[in-house]
């Protein structure tokens, strides 16, 4: 080594960005010798990150060394009601306390909670905060389970789709990132990958430049769209109308891989039947296209090869969304697209890795419980209800949630029914505790607010659901202040609440063995992971799956031959699943409840999308005056038709209030003559930056979707009307 390099004061720590993003991006962290992080990047070697961040994690270190981050443990004062706060103000709710006297004092109410009224009156509230393997689902189910409390049945973003997906190939698989670039069609359906799938966008560019063509199915002109050869802005939640249009054309056409079919598919014929009803007339009287739009869209797309889906998760937040996600993903079987290297689709890569969750999250402790058995289950989408109801429905199946802990989230802004939601966080008789790194919507009603780590701040092991890389998160600096890792808070609550199991007290070291599985060998037991030791994770900070580590030599194509883990063995467009059930098992689109076509449009004819912004990631940087100013230049408010305004009288500018029988928010109107007629849109923001401390979910529900029982953020109905001069 140099003798400058030798000298250096600084030194480069592999890390892995692991907020809730497919990308999972490999982070090169220089720290320097007083421990300080001083500029993050991307990994240059890394396949899919390439050496740059998006520009939310590109300033990562304003998050990590921000002035009002929270370092110590603190505890409602006595005097201070539940509620929402004024932005800066949350610390005259809270005193300082130590760790022993927040951890004890936790453990005794915890305790107390379950002898009253039984433990499953205890709900942990938690999703992808963090998508580590640690940080999202270790420690933390060890304790809920030992302890008895509800589990919560984690909803809110993906499940929908997964189960969609899992119904036709049974494994949630896709094109690898790299190869979207040897595609000549790429489609975007309900994703935007310049928004939230950045590190895709150069593969998208250079298959471009190469002669391929982008097309977005999108209701809103998001970014991708923006830069889209065409953009299709249908109505919201029409997607599985669009599909089982384009497969109409595609058979009556003759553009359907009969070979692929015969040896890959479950149900053709049946399919085939279904769609004969989906005439390009019916489906453009839903979707807003013409007739010849969806016959061009399912002719370009059948017969360009290779053509590559980019499904993502928006299409599932619909109440049909797992159907959806279902009929869209059918279309490269139908094209037999998957048989040509970059063509097929991706919804997500994550059912590639096989990581050992049993032994990280030991379900088997619940025997030791207080129940002895595994605790009833609580959905997240539901959390107003569960809060407000549980306990006195008899479809609900025990008592109702006295103790709430909530950690990875934030539901005071992200949760459905935002209403709801608050009425019941402010109970007098639940008793919240929130472990997070800022004051948010949530922790405004905790009794107690714990101080949370970034990634650079713990060890971590991690998958993707974006490409197919298995990478090792090193610790690149100290825990700022006393701030505490999952792993660390819940080991040490368990040891408080007496539970004597040896693995409470594992260390994260032992955990990344265990969901390893390292054997005598030093290599990982795992499916996929056989030739994976942590020393080569150590120094190389990723390694790809065992079927992707010769990409050009012997390139990954999913469903391309082979027997699927299906009950058929087989692509399913008939679901033997579902028909086992009693249940429809070929696709069909079923008009939401909250939609144009519904009997409550004649109060509420405005159909609402509730956008997620483009610099947050979901809730998270939203408290950030740098990203808040990013977002700020989007001149966000009520965006809305030309045509709808006028019916209302409305004019840019105008304060308006958007409003239905769950709620009321008031925004600035946009005209946006991009968005289709009859849609309007609003974006997700934290709620204590409103003047009437609400957010776009004070209109969203409760209803769940078709498959999975997921949010439906995206099945809304609204008005809007001016608001009175003061």
Not at 78 to 88: C, F, H, I, N, S
Not at 244 to 266: N, P, S, W
Request: aromatic share 8%.
């Amino acid at each position: 080594m140099p003798a400058s390099a030798a000298q250096s004061p600084f030194r480069i720590v592999h890390t892995v960005c692991s907020h809730d993003c497919p990308d999972s991006c490999g982070v090169l962290v220089t720290v320097d010798d007083r421990g300080r992080a001083v500029k993050v990047q991307g990994d240059p070697s890394h396949p899919v990150t390439q050496g740059f961040l998006c520009g939310k994690v590109a300033k990562y270190l304003d998050r990590v060394y921000a002035p009002d981050r929270i370092l110590y443990p603190l505890k409602r004062r006595p005097d201070a009601e539940k509620g929402p706060r004024r932005r800066g103000s949350e610390l005259e709710a809270f005193e300082r306390v130590s760790w022993d006297e927040a951890l004890n004092g936790i453990a005794a109410r915890l305790r107390e909670t379950a002898e009253r009224y039984g433990p499953e009156s205890i709900l942990p509230y938690s999703y992808a905060g963090t998508i580590g393997q640690l940080g999202y689902g270790s420690m933390d189910r060890r304790f809920f389970h030992r302890l008895g409390a509800s589990q919560l049945d984690r909803t809110i973003c993906a499940e929908a789709g997964g189960q969609g997906w899992k119904l036709v190939y049974g494994q949630k698989l896709g094109i690898p990132t790299e190869d979207f670039k040897l595609a000549k069609l790429i489609v975007a359906w309900g994703g935007n990958i310049h928004g939230n799938n950045v590190h895709l966008w150069p593969m998208v560019e250079q298959a471009r430049r190469n002669g391929a063509r982008l097309i977005v199915i999108d209701p809103y002109r998001t970014r991708t769209a923006a830069l889209a050869d065409w953009h299709i802005a249908i109505r919201p939640g029409t997607d599985a109308a669009l599909a089982l249009g384009m497969m109409h054309v595609i058979f009556r056409e003759g553009l359907e891989d009969r070979g692929y079919l015969e040896a890959m598919a479950h149900g053709a014929e049946q399919l085939y039947g279904r769609v004969r009803e989906y005439t390009p007339q019916r489906v453009a009287n839903w979707t807003g296209m013409t007739p010849g739009e969806v016959e061009q869209l399912a002719r370009e797309y059948a017969t360009t090869k290779p053509a590559a889906l980019r499904l993502n998760y928006g299409v599932q937040r619909a109440e049909n969304g797992g159907t959806a996600v279902r009929a869209i993903i059918m279309l490269p079987a139908l094209t037999g697209a998957w048989k040509h290297r970059g063509g097929g689709a991706q919804l997500s890569t994550s059912g590639a890795f096989e990581f050992d969750e049993d032994a990280l999250r030991r379900p088997d402790l619940a025997k030791n419980s207080p129940l002895g058995r595994l605790a009833r289950v609580v959905n997240m989408s539901q959390l107003g209800e569960a809060l407000t109801e549980l306990g006195q429905k008899d479809w609900h199946q025990g008592p109702a949630v006295h103790a709430l802990f909530v950690y990875n989230s934030n539901p005071g802004a992200v949760a459905p029914n935002h209403n709801a939601v608050v009425r019941g966080l402010k109970r007098a008789d639940l008793f919240t505790v929130v472990h997070d790194l800022f004051f948010t919507d949530t922790t405004d009603y905790a009794d107690y607010v714990l101080p949370a780590i970034t990634f650079l701040e713990q060890t971590e092991i991690q998958g993707a659901y974006g490409h197919y890389f298995v990478q090792l998160s090193q610790q690149a600096i100290e825990p700022l202040g006393e701030s505490r890792s999952n792993v660390w808070l819940f080991g040490q609550l368990a040891q408080r609440m007496g539970f004597a199991e040896e693995c409470f007290r594992d260390t994260p070291e032992e955990m990344i063995r265990q969901a390893l599985r390292i054997g005598a060998d030093g290599h990982s037991a795992n499916p996929q992971m056989e030739h994976v030791t942590l020393e080569e994770l150590e120094t190389k900070g990723h390694v790809p799956l065992a079927f992707h580590r010769e990409p050009e030599a012997k390139p990954f194509q999913p469903f391309e031959s082979g027997s699927l883990p299906t009950p058929s063995g087989k692509i399913e467009f008939y679901s033997e699943t579902l028909a086992a059930k009693g249940l429809d098992p070929l696709p069909a689109f079923v008009a939401p409840a909250e939609s144009r076509w519904s009997a409550r449009a004649k109060d509420y004819p405005l159909e609402f999308l509730s956008r997620k912004n483009d610099n947050y990631m979901n809730s998270t940087f939203g408290n950030l005056e740098g990203h808040r100013k990013m977002e700020a230049r989007l001149n966000q408010g009520l965006e809305m038709h030309p045509l709808d305004a006028e019916t209302r009288g409305l004019s840019e500018g105008d304060t308006v209030r958007v409003f239905n029988d769950r709620g009321c928010i008031r925004l600035t109107m946009k005209i946006n003559g991009d968005l289709p007629a009859g849609v309007v849109a609003g974006r997700l923001d934290w709620a204590k930056f409103s003047p009437d401390a609400v957010n776009v979910n004070a209109l969203t529900s409760e209803r769940v979707t078709d498959l999975g029982a997921g949010a439906t953020f995206y099945s809304t109905l609204v008005e809007v009307k001016k608001e009175p001069e003061q």
